[in-house]
């Protein structure tokens, strides 16, 4: 008997790859990525396409199910979505509990996973229904409790769904207490969102999609699955980078919209700065997804008649940093996050809500890649290995000798 974990250890043969860059941890059949091309399909669909004539329900089904809908199977879909747009009251409840400055990511986080203390019918994934089930309340409630946690930071009471207006109308609706009419440019502003969440809807394996599928690969229920993939969306080097350009354009502006300066800082690296919103472990060329934003950004700000100085700063950020050597010899270009927050920022929402949007988007993706997981024969508990760096072995000395 050769036991392949000492051999392994004592031979190096684990392969060390830092941040994954060269590992796929699965095969999937739902989104391809071509970086070096810039391609992005959705179940072969190009995500042009989908942009431009689908909506963000129907890409949802699409990624889940794996063709797009029938008219009866797209209404059935939205039929079963509206019935659960409500949230048990007792939920409201963890709002009262929260800080009135908390962050909304961290907001609907917690009540993502609180929400498997409700529906504890549906914890096992190996049930179809069970599974199915709890993906529609999830896509139902997340507009809800994303609504919920705005209404929260501004202390105005929650506004409950109207099961008479759209998916995006609705979420609308509940964030802003207005019918999409009354709200700005309706129409405009529910497909550029739609829009924008079909964007978000999967990039195969991201940080919070493969959090998803590893915590999921335990046998977690899938709110415990979601709810991790929101924190690991979290952070500024993923999801929260599109708050963070904003911050970043607004500091330029405060600096009297010295891009040039900025850019020297990012290059020298002077206390880690960097040019947020720009660079993908995968996409060494245009992010196909920025492309799509940036001119939607423009039709959005001039549907509305408003100029915004931080698009102009970030234009001028862009061509700034597509002619400059640091940035074209390592492959740095805008990504998706790069114009979303401009056109999030008007439509009103504060940059706190700009990654709960992108959560949002992001949802149908990560169930899709968690009934792809818990479907797979033979899928089993995600556990990497490591490189142990710390001292052999030693023995202990007690308290007072030490
Ligand atoms: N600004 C300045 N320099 C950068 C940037 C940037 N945005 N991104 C990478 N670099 C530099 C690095 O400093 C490094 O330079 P070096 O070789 O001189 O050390 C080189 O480019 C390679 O960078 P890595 O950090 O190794 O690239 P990695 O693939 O690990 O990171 C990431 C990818 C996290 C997206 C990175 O480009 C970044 O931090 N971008 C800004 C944050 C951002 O926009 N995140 C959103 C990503 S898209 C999404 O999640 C939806």
């Not at 659960?84 to 709002?95: I, N, P, S, W």
């Not at 698009?311 to 390592?330: G, N, P, Q, T, W």
């Not at 290995?385 to 030490?402: A, K, L, S």
Request: charged letters at 20%; hydrophobic letters at 40%; proline letters at 4%.
């Amino acid at each position: 008997g050769i036991d392949i974990g000492k051999l392994r250890a004592q031979t190096g043969l684990v392969t060390l790859d830092s941040g994954y860059g060269n590992t796929a941890a699965y095969q999937s059949a739902i989104t391809y990525l071509d970086g070096e091309q810039g391609i992005l399909r959705y179940r072969g669909y190009p995500i042009e396409q989908l942009a431009e004539r689908g909506t963000f329900l129907e890409t949802a089904y699409l990624l889940i199910n794996g063709e797009l809908p029938t008219v009866d199977e797209l209404s059935g879909f939205k039929n079963k979505i509206t019935q659960h747009t409500m949230l048990h009251e007792d939920v409201k409840r963890f709002y009262d509990g929260f800080p009135r400055d908390a962050h909304p990511m961290a907001m609907i986080s917690s009540v993502v996973s609180a929400l498997s203390t409700f529906y504890q019918d549906s914890h096992n994934p190996f049930d179809e229904e069970q599974r199915h089930i709890s993906s529609i309340r999830l896509l139902a409630k997340l507009p809800t409790i994303a609504a919920y946690a705005y209404k929260k930071s501004i202390g105005h009471p929650v506004v409950y769904p109207s099961n008479d207006l759209g998916y995006v109308e609705n979420f609308l609706k509940m964030t802003f207490s207005v019918p999409a009419e009354e709200f700005g440019l309706d129409p405009v502003m529910a497909d550029a969102l739609d829009k924008l969440l079909i964007l978000h809807a999967d990039h195969e394996q991201n940080c919070s999609t493969s959090t998803v599928r590893l915590v999921g690969s335990s046998q977690a229920n899938l709110f415990a699955s979601i709810s991790a993939g929101i924190n690991a969306l979290w952070g500024p080097l993923h999801g929260g980078a599109n708050q963070a350009v904003l911050e970043m354009l607004e500091e330029i502006k405060a600096q009297g919209g010295d891009v040039e300066s900025f850019i020297r800082k990012v290059k020298n690296k002077e206390e880690g700065a960097r040019l947020m919103g720009f660079g993908h472990r995968v996409y060494k060329s245009f992010d196909p997804r920025a492309k799509i934003i940036k001119s939607a950004a423009h039709d959005v700000l001039s549907a509305l008649g408003k100029s915004d100085e931080l698009l102009d700063i970030a234009l001028k950020l862009e061509e700034a940093a597509l002619s400059d050597d640091y940035f074209v010899s390592r492959n740095l270009y805008p990504n998706v996050d790069f114009y979303t927050g401009l056109i999030y920022r008007a439509m009103g929402f504060p940059t706190t809500m700009f990654t709960v949007l992108f959560a949002m988007g992001r949802l149908p993706g990560w169930i899709a890649q968690w009934h792809e997981m818990i479907k797979e024969p033979g899928s089993r508990i995600g556990r990497p290995r490591q490189i142990y760096t710390g001292v052999v072995q030693r023995d202990y000395v007690p308290v007072e000798q030490r």
